[in-house]
T-cell receptor
Framework: ETGVTQTPRHLVMGMTNKKSLKCEQH?????MYWYKQSAKKPLELMFV???????ENNSVPSRFSPECPNSSHLFLHLHTLQPEDSALYLC????????????FGSGTRLTVV | SQQGEEDPQALSIQEGENATMNCSYK?????LQWYRQNSGRGLVHLIL?????REKHSGRLRVTLDTSKKSSSLLITASRAADTASYFC??????????????FGQGTILTVHP
């Protein structure tokens, strides 16, 4: 375990479903991130939260809705997804002002059917 | 975009050989990092090199950085089958609103044959 825990590991959902991805870190980091990894594409940064405030939204469709209730927890709420949203969703955390390596979770493999 | 681009896209070697992967980027950086990803799993941070450093070592890993050419290389010496994975370089932009964000390249798939 890296210190960043993502659940569930795998998720299959229909296009009309609503589901949530969860990420939790107890490393004392003050920044958390959602990345999307699709086949044959670079990792795409989706959202950035600093001290639980959203500071970045990289033109992500509104069917993805992040939530950060505190600096240790991050959620990604999903609704009305499309098949092209199938991907590995990775959560990461880091210290914001002393930029060292990010710590990643193991990811949630999402399949939209 | 300042995304790093790795070269080669895929590398296949025998156990015991050295593996070299290259990364190029476009804009000024604060630091450059290398990550490893086993199939379908999260990324693991390997090593970070700052913009004022030229070379760094960690175990069997050696990273170089040439800011004049905007390029970096990762050398894995005496490779093992367990080194089989995808390797990504990632850059942290030097200033502005991108501070602290990592931007990744597409990665190099390394296969080490026993």
């Amino acid at each position: 375990e890296t210190g960043v825990t993502q659940t569930p590991r795998h998720l299959v959902m229909g296009m009309t479903n609503k589901k949530s991805l969860k990420c939790e870190q107890h490393l004392g980091h003050n920044a958390m991130y959602w990345y999307k990894q699709s086949a044959k594409k670079p990792l795409e940064l989706m959202f950035v939260y600093n001290f639980k405030e959203q500071t970045e939204n990289n033109s992500v469709p509104s069917r993805f809705s992040p939530e950060c209730p505190n600096s240790s927890h991050l959620f990604l709420h999903l609704h009305t997804l499309q098949p092209e949203d199938s991907a590995l969703y990775l959560c990461a955390s880091s210290q914001l002002w002393e930029v060292e390596g990010y710590t990643f979770g193991s990811g949630t493999r999402l399949t939209v059917v | 975009s300042q995304q790093g681009e790795e070269d080669p896209q895929a590398l296949s070697i025998q156990e015991g050989e050295n593996a070299t992967m290259n990364c190029s980027y476009k804009t000024s950086i604060n630091n450059l990092q290398w990550y490893r990803q086993n199939s379908g799993r999260g990324l693991v941070h390997l090593i970070l090199i700052r913009s004022n450093e030229r070379e760094k070592h960690s175990g069997r890993l050696r990273v170089t950085l040439d800011t004049s050419k905007k390029s970096s290389s990762l050398l894995i010496t005496a490779s093992r089958a367990a080194d089989t994975a995808s390797y990504f370089c990632a850059t942290v932009y030097a200033g502005g609103t991108s501070y602290g964000k990592l931007t990744f390249g597409q990665g190099t798939i390394l296969t080490v044959h026993p």
